[in-house]
């Protein structure tokens, strides 16, 4: 059922990918600060400790998962459906998740997997709900949309943009770094195109931080593997976001 908001009521987050690591601590930190919350997860099965921590901590919190497959462009589409169902302003949209993977594999739409995840899928969710950023922009003064980057981008040395959909090589430094690149060039152009509707976009580097994607097994180099428990907490990093 579709909620009327007034303009005073508390902000709306949307977050992708937050079940542990940096979106959980961004959830935590949001629903603390009395935001309600509309987190966008491949499991809402995986999704129940965080929510069981959230409503302990915060027991008024309003929270809601919408199971979405990011690698599926009908998925995100349905998903923000439902979001523009129940809030007709978003007042922060924060494209958290992410892939890093040792390997190159492509969705069912032909697109490589980082680039699906990375930066096709940000692209799709942002469009789907640009109307409820406006509607909040226009009730608040301003809406954010906010991409965690990182310093892997500084190592394209030569942008490809045909080579995306088929991938060049996996890793950190190759079609990791290329996708979070070629998001980064579409952030700053949607900065400019909706600059005069209060819609801002950021993309920030929270650095190393402890998650699944750069701890052992992943496809992280080797020396941040190595010094994975001295890096940055996922608190600290959503602390930077926020």
Known sequence: ??????????PVAVITGAVDGIGGALAKRLAAKGWRLVLLNRSEERTQPLLDELRAERPDVECVVFETDLALHASIESSARRVRERHDAVDALFHNAGVLRNDLAHSTHGNELHFEINTV????????LLPTLKQAANRRGRAVVVTPSTAALKSVRRFDVA?????????????????????????????DVHALDGVEFFAIDPGATR??????????????????????????AAARLV
């Open 1 to 10: 059922m579709h909620n009327d908001e007034s303009a005073d009521s508390a």
């Open 121 to 128: 899928a940000p692209y799709l969710l942002t469009n789907e």
């Open 163 to 191: 080579a995306l959909r088929t991938g060049t090589r996996a890793g950190l430094l190759g079609a990791y770094a290329e996708s979070k690149f070629a998001w980064s060039v579409l952030n700053a152009h949607l900065a």
């Open 211 to 236: 998650t699944r994607m750069t701890g052992r097994g992943s496809s992280a180099p080797w020396p941040v593997r190595l010094l994975w428990r001295w890096l940055g907490s996922p608190s600290d």
